[in-house]
T-cell receptor, first 113, second 116 residues
Framework: AQSVTQLGSHVSVSEGALVLLRCNYS??????LFWYVQYPNQGLQLLLK??????LVKGINGFEAEFKKSETSFHLTKPSAHMSDAAEYFC???????????FGSGTQLTVLP | DSGVTQTPKHLITATGQRVTLRCSPR?????VYWYQQSLDQGLQFLIQ???????AKGNILERFSAQQFPDLHSELNLSSLELGDSALYFC???????????????FGEGSRLTVL
């Protein structure tokens, strides 16, 4: 079964520092992978998606993620954190057999001034 | 604004009661998905409808049911409510029926259910 594991339920970075949020997937076939962001009191919003076209995927708000098959990882990065990046981030995988998007447990990002 | 509308935004009720949550998808989207978000279970997929028909089922309890109407809006019915049903219930929509192939889900802001 396809699933994702997010390492670290809480991550804190200083404003201007590198953001690295970790996601590992388990899949026997090339997966479709997604990163979503949830700002306080809002629904989820797509940041970026991997659908096997390119291993380095660029998303909105300066975020990007690299698909590494050898490491079964799809980590989310941003070179310089901004206060407005404070939110919860979810990695997700599409399970074709079950026709559903399965989310990880989420990582709460705090940006310190 | 995602274009997905959910009502009510907040709902407080008692154990044993029944509630209905409503979702209007983005204009033109045929698929509607329901998710439950709680602190202990995280974000759990409940059910998907595509153009009025059930398409996929996740961890939805038998006390819960959903439907999608001809105008494509959807309702999630929760009955015999228990304390553990307190959660944020999200509706999402997409144009097609395969989220992995056709792209992203567009989420509403959720309905927060509190069961006392």
């Amino acid at each position: 079964a396809q699933s994702v594991t997010q390492l670290g339920s809480h991550v804190s970075v200083s404003e201007g520092a590198l953001v690295l949020l970790r996601c590992n997937y388990s899949s026997s076939v090339p997966p479709y992978l997604f990163w979503y962001v949830q700002y306080p009191n809002q629904g989820l919003q797509l940041l970026l998606k991997y659908t096997s076209a390119a291993t380095l995927v660029k998303g909105i708000n300066g975020f990007e993620a690299e698909f590494k098959k050898s490491e079964t990882s799809f980590h989310l990065t941003k070179p310089s954190a901004h206060m407005s990046d404070a939110a919860e981030y979810f990695c997700a995988v599409y399970r074709g057999s079950a026709r559903q998007l399965t989310f990880g447990s989420g990582t709460q990002l705090t940006v310190l001034p | 604004d995602s274009g997905v509308t959910q009502t009510p935004k907040h709902l407080i009720t008692a154990t044993g009661q029944r509630v209905t949550l409503r979702c209007s998808p983005r204009s033109g989207d045929l698929s509607v998905y329901w998710y439950q978000q709680s602190l202990d279970q995280g974000l759990q997929f409940l059910i998907q409808y595509y153009n009025g028909e059930e398409r996929a089922k996740g961890n939805i309890l038998e006390r819960f049911s959903a439907q999608q109407f001809p105008d494509l809006h959807s309702e999630l019915n929760l009955s015999s409510l228990e304390l553990g049903d307190s959660a944020l219930y999200f509706c999402a929509s997409s144009p097609g029926h395969g989220t992995g192939v056709t792209g992203e889900l567009f989420f509403g802001e959720g309905s927060r259910l509190t069961v006392l």
